[in-house]
């Protein structure tokens, strides 16, 4: 790979971060030492970190990487599209700020994109080392609610909308949505197009809607080539009933927005959103602490009344 700017496409990566120095940090020395350079950091910092921008330009120093830093206000949709307005690369690869790059990630990435297709690839989806999926009864409940979940199989999306993603492909595969973290997309196939900010602060399935929109128009594949590891940080931006209440309006509003409303999908929506309501209700039960266990329920009960809320034109909270 030549080292000349001027033959080679330029590279912007997207981070959106909250209070993660050390794993920001963490990540930034991966991406210098990729065997395809990139050639601007964009991070839209939600966070209260004072002395972030330093470190991550210290980090930066001499790598010919240029940081492009912007303070928002919390929400993973919102600070993406704030660094999407903000970018000068051919492609643009977005990704958690809990990432760990291997050293080719890019230069895999790139070779996917040349992937036969037609439609062209504009979106690639790179692959998770050591990529959990349900196991044994877990496993049988989503695939038997058509539930969102990982596979060792075929990648497909259920009548309802919920996503089978492939663990470990045995070559680049056409899959029929992105998740996020791990994405790159042509920048030509981004356009004009943004993320929806359809609930405020942090958004559960806007990669899902946002590639959804992209696929219309390009083919969408995931390489096992192009591989990072996610370390899934500790802390997390919602507690469990709220992350449920998202989990259950975000799906519904993707049903809402994109599928067919004929009997056949009607039917199968209801069928696996009581797939996910009796599933996360239980394990919420099971695992939150006796004086906790009323807010699985609160959950619950909000991501159905932000459900009824969109249906009655009212805002969603």
């Keep these: ?27 930034a020395a991966t991406l210098v030492k990729q065997t395809v350079p990139c050639d601007e950091l964009l991070i839209v910092d939600a966070g209260d970190v004072p002395d972030m ?22 929400g993973t949709s919102l600070q993406r599209n704030v660094a999407l307005d903000l970018l000068t690369g051919d492609f643009v690869f977005l990704f958690d700020d809990d990432v760990l790059l291997e050293p080719d990630y890019i230069e895999r990435t790139l070779e996917a994109f040349s992937h036969p297709a037609d439609p062209p690839v504009g979106c690639v989806l790179g692959t998770f080392l050591s990529e959990p999926r349900p196991q044994g009864l877990r496993q049988r409940w989503f695939r038997a609610f058509g539930m969102t979940h990982a596979v060792a199989g075929e990648p497909g999306i259920s009548t309802s909308g919920g996503v089978r993603w492939p663990i470990e492909p045995d070559g680049v595969v056409e899959i029929p949505v992105a998740s996020g973290g791990r994405t790159a997309y042509r920048r030509e196939a981004i356009g004009a197009e943004r993320f929806d900010e359809f609930l405020p602060g942090y958004t559960m399935s806007e990669d899902v809607e946002f590639s959804f929109r992209i696929g219309q128009a390009w083919t969408i594949v995931q390489s096992p080539h192009a591989r990072l590891f996610h370390k899934r940080a500790p802390t997390s931006r919602v507690d469990y009933g709220d992350r449920v209440s998202r989990l259950i309006y975000s799906r519904f509003y993707f049903f809402k927005k994109h599928l067919p409303k004929d009997p056949r999908t009607l039917a199968a929506f209801a069928w696996t959103n009581l797939g996910i309501t009796v599933f996360y209700t239980g394990v919420g039960l099971l695992r939150a602490p006796a004086g906790d266990k009323a807010g699985v329920f609160r959950g619950v009960a909000r991501g159905y009344r932000r459900c009824a809320a969109d249906l009655l034109g009212r805002e969603v909270r």
Aim: hydrophobic content about 40%; proline content about 6%; charged content about 25%.
């Design 53 to 74: 921008e330093e470190a991550l330009a210290t980090a930066l120093a001499g790598t010919g990487c240029e940081l492009v830093y912007r303070r928002s206000p919390a």
């Design 1 to 27: 790979m030549t080292s000349d700017n001027a033959v080679r496409p330029r590279i912007s990566a997207v981070i959106p971060t909250l209070n993660r120095r050390e794993d920001l940090l963490e990540f």
